[in-house]
Every structure is written in structure tokens, then in C-alpha cells.
């Protein structure tokens, strides 16, 4: 991700003293996903340009998150996005709450200001960065590049280099951006809480308000959460309710985005709902991967005794590391047991529970495994629940990104549509002594389902 700020304002170089970085210095920043580097191409009385270069740490994304197709292999590392707000707002701290001791003069001056960014997003086609920017008082020039000047057929990039030119303070052209950027992404690296509505409302304050587009860059930026949404608008404009959605919102690219929030929250929360309302004390979550689910079963539940269990050592210390097994109190940390084993082997350290939750383990199984599985579980460990979640192939047709009749992760084998999990799950509980029924986890799509599939198993005697 690449920002340039270019003034004429004279002495150019005051433009170090504004953001507080010296022109004459290449420094570099470490950030929670990458780093940050701040340098001058130019840097003369008559104009002077300073750079942000973001280099995104591409595992920092992925680490600790779920492992969908679309965390691991998206445009995240390379396009100007929610990061680039971030690291303006840590890297230009000072220059963005408009604090300069030297130049204090200069800090509310309208200044002669050009900004360029490099492969910026632009989700609503660009007549978006026009509706958005020139009411602020810029100028816009949009340029696309071919995606390969090699393979013309290719056609072109969806991202754009834009240029804003104005004459502004130079607070205000960070906090335009810094607010903007997300908005032109619509999608947010990270779930979106209650505190981003006092941030829009803090870093919109004396410009959202009376914006053309205020109810559109609401909505995106809080990312389509109706109700945070509503509180912000209602906080903005006290006397006017949210308006209705204009065309750019109807966009189907927004509504893949809104959708494709916070799966991973939504999955575990389902799981730790049906497991609650069995009422079980002893848990296993077999292939538990990283530990996302033990850490909310740890903190939701009333459960004493919680089992990980995966075949990988490296999920497991990661496990370990999100749930600070080291560093719990003793009574919490004795609730907790991770151990290393094999799903498809009979093993008498799983017999006893009262539910087990399997979530999007199944389809990382070959068929003849898979078999083995079925007997461990539910002829030998025999839980009382058991809360499995797979994919439900049915809805692939709904990521965009995803190719026809390919897999949403690398190592899958095989994804389920609903009939299939279906047929599956009726089978296995008729021979094992189960009953089964099915909920869907996300939102449902009324021909496709939901994107995540789960049915509870709940064995006859129980
Ligand atoms: N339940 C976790 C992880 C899902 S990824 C989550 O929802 O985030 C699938 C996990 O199953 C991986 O951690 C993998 O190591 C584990 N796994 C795959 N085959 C396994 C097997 N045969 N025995 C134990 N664990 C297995």
C-alpha cells in the first residue's frame, strides 16, 4: 500500500514539521500486521512529497483466524484498505489530531495539497470517489491500469490510482482518508464493535454531518450493522431517521462483503448455543485447530472439563498460546486439557463426554478415514451431543472469488451440499444410536442455504 502527500505550500519542507517525521529520514514503524515506512522523494522549499509504504505481513492475517479460502488467498497484503487507516492513524498520530509546536501557524491553514494512492478499491464504480470527494473540496482523478499490459484480454484492474488535489488543512485531508479508505474497500479487517461508531463520529466530527453521502459512508464504514449504524446516524443528524439505501448499496459486491462477516463468530457461537443447551460439563472439541472455540467455551459455558484435540503440534501451541494456558489462574487453567492424537484411532482418553463439537474437521478427511472417524466417535466415544459443522457446497456459487467446482480451502476433500450432509448425518445417527437435526450457521440464502452447515447428534438414551 503506497500514500503520497505532495505540497507547494512555501517552505514545502514545513510539511516534516506537520506530519513529524524529518525529510530527511527513512523511518520505519512496526505494526500489529506489517510495517510502516516513511521517507521523501522530494523535499525542497518549492514542493515537497512524503511517502507512506504499508508492507503487510500476509500470515499475520491468516494467523490465529479461521482458514477459509478467501483469508488465505486474497488481495488483502496489496490494495489500499482499512490498514492503511490504521497505519495513518498510528504513524501520523500527532499530525492527524493537528499538534505541531513548531509550525503551529501552518497546522490550520488550508495548504496547496496533492495525495495519491496506488491501487485503491473502489467497490461502486468510480462516480463513488467523486460523490465522496469533491463535496470534501477535492479534486479527483481516477487512472486504471491493465491487469497485465502483457495479456490485453485480460482487461482491466479493479483498483485505481487516485489523486486528490485541494486546498486544505492537511488534518483534515488525514482524517478524510483515514475515514474514506474503508468506506471505498467496504471490507473490514477486523469485526466491527461498538467503539467504531464514537471513531466515525469522533473523526467525521465538522465534516459527516452535513456530507451528501453521510448515511452511505456510515453504513460502510460501520459495515452494514444496522443497528450501529442507526445509532450513528440518529448521533449525527438527531431530527432524521436513515434514509433509504441508494443504488450504490444495492451493488451485489457489498452484499457479498456484509455477508461474508464474521462467519468464524457466527459458527462458534452456534456451536457453543447447542452445547449449552445440552447442559453438558465435559467437552471435547476434536480437531480444535487454533483454539478459537475452547477459548469461547472456556469463557461462555459452565463446562468443567474441556478437551482439545488435533493431530497437528503446531495448532496445539498456538491453542496454547490464544488461551494463555501458562498464565491462567490455576482454576481456570484445570477446566483446560489439550492433547495431541489422531481422530481415526480408537482412543480411550475420549470415551466419557458429554458432547463433543467437530467443526469444519470432516471435510479435511479422505472418505476411508472419514469411515474411521464415524466408528471412534460415535461407536466407541459414543457422546452424549456431538455439534459437527462442514461447509455447505450449495452456497459456493455465492463467492465470487471462488471458481466453479473448486474447494473453498486448499485441503479439502470434498465439500457437502446439503442433500449430501444430509444423507451423511441420517445415516450415521440410524446406525449409531443417534438422532439428528440440522441448523444453518449464517445468513440463509433462500436457494443456497446458509454458507456453513451443522447438525447436533443426540444419542437415543440420553
Ligand atoms: N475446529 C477448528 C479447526 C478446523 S481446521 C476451527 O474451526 O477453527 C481442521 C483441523 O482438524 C486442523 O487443525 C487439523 O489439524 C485437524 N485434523 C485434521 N485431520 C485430523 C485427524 N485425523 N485427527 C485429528 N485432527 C485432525
Redesign the pocket.
Known amino acids: 500500500m503506497f500514500l503520497t502527500i505532495t505540497t507547494t505550500h512555501h517552505p514545502a519542507t514545513d510539511l516534516g514539521y506537520l506530519l513529524h517525521k524529518h525529510p530527511a529520514k527513512l523511518q520505519s514503524f512496526a505494526l500489529a500486521f506489517g510495517q510502516a515506512h516513511v521517507f521523501y522523494p522530494e523535499a525542497s522549499d518549492e514542493r515537497c512529497t512524503a511517502a507512506l509504504l504499508l508492507e503487510i505481513d500476509p500470515i499475520s492475517l491468516v494467523r490465529g483466524r ?2 477459509t479460502l478467501d483469508q488465505y488467498v486474497n488481495d488483502r497484503p496489496y490494495v489500499a484498505s482499512s490498514f492503511l487507516s490504521v497505519a495513518i492513524a498510528e504513524v501520523f498520530r500527532s499530525a492527524l489530531a493537528g499538534n505541531s509546536k513548531e509550525r503551529a501557524a501552518v497546522v490550520d491553514q488550508p495548504l496547496p495539497l496533492r495525495a495519491t494512492i496506488a491501487a485503491l478499491p473502489c467497490r461502486g464504480g468510480d462516480e463513488l470517489l467523486e460523490r465522496l470527494f469533491v463535496p470534501l473540496g477535492y479534486a479527483v482523478a481516477a487512472e486504471s491500469q491493465a491487469l497485465d499490459p502483457r495479456f490485453p484480454e485480460w482487461g482491466e484492474s479493479p483498483y485505481r490510482v487516485m489523486t486528490l488535489t485541494g486546498a486544505v488543512r492537511l488534518r483534515d485531508l488525514l482524517t478524510h482518508l483515514y475515514v474514506l479508505i474503508p468506506v471505498l474497500d467496504n471490507e473490514k479487517h477486523y469485526y466491527v464493535g461498538d467503539d467504531e461508531v464514537e471513531k466515525l463520529l469522533r473523526r467525521g466530527e465538522g465534516w459527516l454531518a452535513a456530507h451528501p453521502e453521510r448515511d452511505l459512508i456510515a453504513r460502510r464504514y460501520l459495515k452494514y450493522q444496522r443497528s450501529l449504524t442507526d445509532e450513528a446516524l440518529s448521533r449525527l443528524v438527531p431530527d432524521e431517521s436513515a434514509a433509504p439505501d441508494s443504488v450504490a448499496d444495492q451493488h451485489a459486491d457489498e452484499e457479498e462483503a456484509e455477508r461474508r462477516i464474521s462467519l468464524n463468530e457466527q ?1 462458534i457461537g452456534a456451536v457453543v448455543a447447542a452445547i449449552k443447551g445440552s447442559g453438558a460439563r465435559r467437552v471435547l ?6 483454539g ?2 475452547l477459548v469461547a467455551l472456556l469463557k461462555n459455558t459452565e463446562a468443567t472439563e474441556i478437551v482439545g ?4 503440534h503446531g ?1 496445539l501451541a498456538r491453542a496454547r498460546e490464544r488461551l494463555r494456558l501458562d498464565r491462567l489462574p490455576p482454576r481456570q487453567a484445570a477446566r483446560i486439557t489439550l492433547l495431541q ?4 484411532y480408537r482412543d480411550e482418553r475420549l470415551v466419557g463426554f458429554d458432547a463433543a463439537a467437530v ?3 470432516i471435510e ?2 479422505d472418505p476411508p ?1 472419514l469411515a474411521a ?1 464415524e466408528r471412534v466417535l460415535f461407536d466407541h466415544a459414543r457422546p452424549t451431543t456431538v455439534a459437527l459443522t462442514t461447509p455447505n457446497a450449495d452456497y459456493n456459487v455465492r463467492w465470487p472469488s471462488l471458481r466453479a467446482g473448486r474447494f473453498r480451502h486448499r485441503d479439502h476433500r470434498f465439500e457437502w451440499s446439503r442433500a449430501e450432509f444430509g444423507s451423511w448425518a441420517e445415516r450415521v445417527a440410524a446406525t449409531h444410536g443417534y438422532g439428528v437435526r440440522f441448523l444453518p450457521i449464517g445468513p440463509e440464502d433462500p436457494e443456497v442455504g446458509p454458507p456453513t452447515q451443522m447438525a447436533v447428534f443426540t444419542r437415543d438414551d440420553a
Open positions: 479461521g482458514a459458527r472439541d476434536l480437531g480444535c485447530g487454533e478459537r472455540l484435540v488435533d493431530v497437528a495448532a492424537g489422531a481422530l481415526t467443526v469444519e474437521v479435511h478427511l478415514r472417524f
